[in-house]
């Protein structure tokens, strides 16, 4: 059974367990990965649990999934299409807000500072 910490959600943790596997060369492209029923029984976690790393492994592009086969390393080294994570997904649209909420706070500023000047100037 694994040790989760309280850092980031336990799909993530097996995911990231998984990966780091994966980088390290102890799983290569085409193994099999564990079924839902190993990572449940594996790390103790729930079958939504387990799910959900399988999905985040696929979404990041490190494994492929075969109806009825199950999931399997992706060759990473073939150029395989690595989607960016819904995370990362939200986390850049978030920040192309922000960043046109700084672009539009500047212009306001920009017209402040020329109420200001022309104030001055008048008095």
């Known amino acids: 059974m694994a040790e989760f910490t309280g850092q980031l959600p336990a799909y993530m943790q097996i995911a990231n367990r998984i990966k780091a596997e994966i980088r390290a060369g102890e799983r290569a492209p085409g193994d099999k990965l564990p079924s839902e029923a190993e990572l449940m029984r594996e ?7 387990a799910r959900q790393a399988i999905s985040r492994l696929r979404e990041d ?5 075969h109806q009825g086969k199950g999931s399997f390393v992706a060759n990473l080294e073939e150029g395989a299409q690595r989607r960016p994570s ?5 986390i850049t649209e978030h920040l192309d807000q922000v960043l046109r ?3 539009d706070l ?8 020329e109420v200001v000047r022309r104030q001055t100037a008048g008095s």
């Open 43 to 49: 790390h103790s976690v729930s079958r939504t649990v």
């Open 101 to 103: 909420d700084v672009r």
């Open 61 to 65: 592009g490190f494994a492929v999934s």
């Open 86 to 90: 819904s995370e990362y997904e939200q």
């Open 106 to 113: 500047a212009r306001r500023m920009d017209a402040l500072e």
